[in-house]
């Protein structure tokens, strides 16, 4: 078996939001299949071209370019409301989407009930909350292990209104336990019973595209050497049980996650890139070690316009932490880095880096077991930034020696090659190295 059989895998190492959209979108012309695999509307993979920006939620990031097959594995959770709004916003023509779309019949429904329990939750919580979409992945997740929850497939059987109401009405009576007031519900500006015909009338829509089995698909793609590339959605950092428990989403975001959420088996995984940016970020709660509290974080917030693209909430701010990157690293087995949003650091004097955590008075460079519950302090190393824009330059080797320093500490500290750098929010603003990995696995010219 050569590479040729085998799906590569673009994923997030951080916590999400580092720029995985664009980069599948750079490398879709490679690939005759994007397939995503897990997650559901809380992703947010912003797009930018021709002027136009695009946010997609659930479609994989492959959708604009013509002959590649967009697959939704099984693993994915899907709001037919969403889903609907997606589709109007990319103005494709439905004979075009025949082509191009296929969502498997093993994917689960988020129900309205589902975002309901959602709220009712992440309210009786309280200071506890853990920053929470509000799109209702995590009980749909949740119904999903029960073995309670509704598939796609569901919706082609006599019983499936039977199914919908009886877990409805068990959704609103744990949420009248939890004290939770129905008519306090607004899902994206609709009151509750009005949201539920949209999400019927958008459930219909989403029936019409092409149905399959990702496993036999995506399979069968591979065994005709069609390129596939698995992409992922939030980050690793975010994984249910590798990621900074329990601050984090509510499916395996890492490289095993795309096994079980396409039906791929593991000896059929190849390349695995991992997209992180050149500082971090986080949405909601959860520990963030390097987190900047000062002008330096609302700067960054600032420069590089870090506000959820799913829930507009801004995003807390710090600098890269290289013992959590090389954590995510070894989890995902990661063979090629791309690094974004290296602009966004161009103004800065000064750029520090984590090495490494002080816990209990004691040094790590590892991420603690309990990372999640405790204090790290950060332990820092300083560089010179290059402090100067990117716009004119158009070549990897080209940029500032400040800039390569920075990747030669980062290559060093976690031993994987960065092969792209994105200095723009453009597709266009891509810079490839020479001789790398990643030209030779693509056949860029």
């Known amino acids: 078996m050569n590479d040729t059989n085998k799906a590569d895998v673009l994923l997030g190492l951080q916590w999400g939001d580092e720029g995985k959209g664009k980069i599948v979108d750079v490398l879709t012309p490679h690939y005759k299949m994007v397939a995503r695999f897990q997650g559901g509307p809380n992703a947010g993979h912003t797009l930018v071209f021709e002027d136009k920006k695009y946010i997609l939620h659930t ?3 492959g959708i604009f370019h013509k002959g590649c097959l967009n697959v939704v594995g099984n693993g994915v959770v899907l709001d037919p409301f969403i889903i609907n709004k997606e589709l109007d916003q990319l103005n494709i023509p439905d004979e075009e989407l025949q082509e191009s779309l296929f969502v498997c019949g093993k994917a689960h429904l988020i129900l309205p009930s589902h975002r309901l329990m959602d709220a009712a939750i992440e309210n009786k919580k309280g200071k506890l909350k853990i920053g929470s979409t509000l799109k209702g992945i995590g009980p749909a997740y949740t119904d999903k292990v029960a073995r309670t929850g509704l598939r796609l497939s569901d919706t082609a059987t006599p019983e499936f209104d039977e199914k919908y109401d009886r877990l409805k009405q068990e959704h609103l009576r744990i949420a009248k336990d939890l004290g939770y007031d129905l008519r306090e519900l607004v899902l994206d500006g ?20 092409p149905r399959i089995q990702s496993e036999v698909f995506v399979n069968e793609a591979l065994d005709k050497g069609a390129r596939v590339l698995a ?26 996650g795309a096994c079980v959420g396409l039906g791929v088996a593991p000896s059929r995984i190849g390349e695995v890139f991992g997209v992180f940016k050149a500082y971090c970020t986080r949405v909601g709660s959860g520990p963030f070690p390097t987190e900047i509290l000062d002008a330096d974080g609302d700067r960054l917030r600032d420069e590089g316009h870090e506000y959820g693209s799913t829930t507009g909430r801004p995003r807390r701010c710090g600098w890269l932490d290289l013992p959590a990157l090389k954590y995510a690293v070894m989890i995902n087995g990661v063979s090629r880095l791309i690094m974004t949003k290296a ?8 750029i520090r880096v984590c090495v490494a955590y002080k816990v209990d008075g004691e040094s790590h460079d590892v991420v603690p077991l309990s990372a999640g519950q405790q204090d790290m302090e950060p332990i820092y190393e300083e560089l010179r930034g290059w402090n100067r824009p990117l716009d004119d330059i158009h070549t990897f080797e080209a940029l500032p020696q400040e800039l390569l320093d920075y990747v030669a500490v980062i290559e060093d500290f976690v031993k994987v090659p960065v092969d792209i750098i994105s200095v723009g929010a453009d597709r266009k603003e891509i810079l490839i190295r020479k001789g790398a990995g990643i030209l030779q696995r693509l056949s860029v010219v």
Do not use: C, H
């Not at 509750?192 to 949209?198: H, I, P, Q």
């Open 190 to 209: 609709l009151p509750f019973d009005d949201y539920e015909k949209a999400w019927f009338s958008g459930l219909e829509r989403l029936k019409a595209l």
């Open 59 to 61: 479609i994989p990031s």
């Open 343 to 350: 602009d966004v650091l161009n103004s800065m004097e000064k």
């Open 231 to 256: 992409e992922g959605a939030q980050g690793t950092l975010l994984d249910i049980d590798f990621g900074s428990y329990p601050y984090v989403t509510s499916s395996n975001t890492i490289t095993a």
